[in-house]
């Protein structure tokens, strides 16, 4: 099927996601943006989280694969490779220490305006995708069927024509008003916000890890909530990034920061702090998770969808929005091939926004809801299952691997549940020591 116009409002990661999947079946494709154009890989004003690190696993690297071709390519250039998970990374998780296996998860760490950048001039480069920046879309256009087929803008003009108008507006959720002056009503939202807080030194390398490390990840510990990780960025930067909540927030300066990082699960971070030359420190305090209750509504309005973290957005500590944004992309692309955009048809696309980001929801939830009924480390059979195979996941690369095809959105939660894993389960998992993270570390 081939539609006409397509209407993008919002140039981040989701309407990107969004202009690539649509451009090869539709006529045209607009992408509204009210900043101005980025020159070369700079902070917007419509991303305040661009300082902090942001990655993509492997469900996201496959998606944006599809999405953008070559873009590790690209990247590349940047000195930005994909690093082994498992292989790559020194990992503390929640029950210790990690071996060193071997699977295929992929991590893709680099700053947010060089990804974004990148995957702008690819999406650009599409011969029916037009940009227009500086335009700031004010509310919908929609005939007296309720079908929506423009959008209104801030210099009172008009965009109209459209078959399709997705709303990628990020956290600012502009569409929420747009359908209440619709008529059609507002909806409720579920939140699950622990009130955490992001601060993140950005420094020049080299960094001194002992081999085979590439970097470090501190998942928390039974004692504290305190997470951190120090990854590889492009140009030989790093960035370390620190995560607390419920009142436990790391401060926004470079000496609170290397305090802070006293109180994590090992000291091995605010040793690198050490001898660090920050280049900049970023904090930023989250919405935690929230998702939009779209599919309540009595009415929903065909040639209409929200997509991204204009629906739904999670606790970033997870890493998951970007990947959700590129998958939804996919997954609104084959549904519109197969079954069109007739009478009906946005409730259906706007339902499927929900069930593509449903594992990344309630994984999220999950964890931060055991946060704030203070009972994180006393979880139900589910939350047990999930914890026994994660541990096992430290020495028994079948474990693993189905655990990070569930953490990282590559596969289906049913991994859990196969032969390799449930033979595996009686299996005694011995004390594993920490190991030689940094140069001069020990031996022990």
């Not at 292989?87 to 947010?112: E, K």
């Not at 960094?207 to 909530?225: E, F, N």
């Not at 790391?250 to 280049?279: N, Q, T």
């Not at 929903?300 to 998951?320: K, T």
Request: glycine residues 12%.
């Amino acid at each position: 099927m081939r539609i006409g116009k397509v209407f993008v409002v919002g140039s981040g990661i989701a309407g990107l996601s969004l202009a690539a999947a649509m451009s090869p079946h539709a006529g045209e494709v607009i992408v509204v943006e009210r900043d101005a154009e980025p020159e070369g890989p700079r902070r917007r004003p419509g991303v305040p989280h661009a300082a902090l690190t942001h990655t993509l696993m492997e469900g996201g690297l496959r998606a944006f694969s599809e999405l953008f071709g070559d873009f590790l390519g690209d990247l590349a250039e940047d000195g930005v490779v994909p690093l082994s998970m498992s292989a790559d990374l020194a990992w503390w998780t929640y029950h210790g220490w990690a071996h060193r296996l071997d699977n295929a998860h992929r991590l893709l760490s680099c700053s947010r305006p060089l990804l974004e950048w990148r995957i702008r001039r690819i999406v650009a480069a599409l011969p029916n995708v037009e940009f227009r920046y500086h335009t700031r879309v004010t509310g919908l256009l929609a005939r007296g069927d309720a079908r929506v087929h423009g959008v209104r803008t801030a210099d009172g003009g008009e965009l109209t024509g459209a078959d399709l108008v997705v709303d990628a507006t990020g956290r600012h959720a502009r569409g929420v008003t747009w359908l209440k002056e619709l008529g059609i009503g507002e909806p409720e939202s579920t939140v699950v916000d622990i009130g955490s807080g992001h601060t993140s030194v950005r420094f020049h390398g080299p960094l001194a890890l002992a081999d085979p490390w590439r970097g470090i990840v501190l998942q928390s510990a039974p004692h504290t909530s305190r997470r951190g990780q120090v990854l590889p960025i492009e140009n030989g930067e790093w960035l370390l990034t620190v995560v607390g909540c419920l009142g436990d927030r790391p401060p926004a300066d470079f000496e609170g920061v290397r305090e802070f990082s006293a109180g994590l699960a090992d000291p091995v971070l605010g040793r690198v702090l050490e001898a660090v030359d920050p280049i900049e420190v970023a904090g930023f305090r989250p919405t935690g998770n929230r998702r939009f209750e779209f599919d309540a509504l009595p009415v929903w309005p065909d040639g209409f969808v929200v997509v991204g973290d204009a629906a739904c957005h999670f606790n970033p500590v997870y890493a998951q929005g970007m990947t959700v944004a590129a998958q939804t992309a996919l997954s609104l692309r084959d549904m519109i091939l197969r079954a069109g955009l007739g009478p009906g048809s946005g409730r259906a696309l706007q339902a499927r926004v929900t069930s593509a980001g449903e594992v990344a929801w309630l994984t999220a939830t999950g964890v931060d809801q055991g946060l704030l009924a203070g009972d994180a480390h006393r979880p139900d059979l589910r939350g047990r299952y999930l914890q026994r195979v994660m541990n096992l996941g430290r020495v028994d690369a079948g474990a693993q691997a189905a655990a990070l095809d569930l953490l990282t959105l590559c596969g289906s939660p049913s991994a859990l549940f196969g032969p390799r894993v449930l033979r595996a389960l009686p299996r005694r998992i011995p004390a594993i020591p920490r190991p030689r993270i940094l140069k001069d570390d020990g031996d022990d």
